[in-house]
């Protein structure tokens, strides 16, 4: 029964693939030739691996106009050697001009993070978050209505990886060599689709002095 279920899935998705290519054709028909010669994206987006935030659809952006690295909770953690990698590639080869790191309200990982019961293996990365909320412990235990206080952790989950985003070695070196590069947290509204801007850019490391000022960051 399940050889029957993965060839009906298969065909599905083969068949919307075959039929997204054939509306960029006829809306464009030297796209794909375009897109096959380089990507040249100006963004680095670093979100969530949630499937309702997709990077391209929320900008309404055409494939090869934004890099993207997304994982639970959009965290950004100094021994992650993929989530380095990427940025280090988006930054030294794509010459990217800003990295965007986009949260979302309602983000499961977030929401894991505030529980107090184990959930497996993820429990390892959700640690992260829970340091957040410690920093950030105070603060967030004067919300009184607990949706508040998730909603309040999700931007400030953004707004510390924003940090460590500043913090990683690439874009220290990027900023000494007065490249031009900023560092954005936003935050998405699945419910409407609107994005937040959580004033948390810098562009050099005075600009990130002012945020850790402006958001009571350790």
């Not at 829970?130 to 412990?137: A, E, S």
């Not at 009184?144 to 460590?164: A, H, S, T």
């Not at 954005?184 to 810098?202: E, Q, T, V």
Request: proline residues 2%; aromatic residues 8%; hydrophobic residues 35%.
């Amino acid at each position: 029964m399940s050889g029957k279920k993965d060839k009906v899935m298969r065909e599905m998705l083969f068949k919307r693939n075959e039929e997204w290519a054939e509306r960029m054709l006829e809306s464009d028909p030297e796209f794909f030739k375009r897109l096959h010669k380089q990507q040249s994206p100006e963004y680095l987006w670093i979100g969530c691996s949630d499937s309702r935030a997709s990077a391209n659809q929320i900008f309404n952006l055409d494939p090869g106009e934004i890099f993207v690295h997304r994982n639970i909770a959009n965290v950004v953690v100094h021994t992650d050697l993929n989530c380095l990698s990427v940025i280090q590639f988006a930054v030294e080869i794509l010459k990217v001009k800003h990295i965007i790191v986009c949260g979302h309200y309602g983000c499961g990982g977030v929401k894991a993070a505030m529980e107090n019961h184990e959930h497996g293996l993820i429990d390892n990365w959700l640690r992260h978050i829970q340091d957040v909320y410690r920093t950030h412990k105070h603060e967030l235990e004067r919300v009184e209505v607990p949706n508040d206080r998730f909603r309040l952790l999700c931007e400030k989950n953004v707004i510390e990886q924003v940090m460590n985003v500043c913090h990683t070695t690439i874009v220290q070196k990027t900023w000494r060599e007065n490249r031009e590069l900023s560092i954005h947290g936003w935050i998405y509204s699945i419910k409407n689709g609107i994005l937040k801007d959580l004033n948390a850019c810098a562009s050099n490391p005075e600009q990130l002095a002012e945020v850790y000022d402006r958001h009571g960051v350790n």
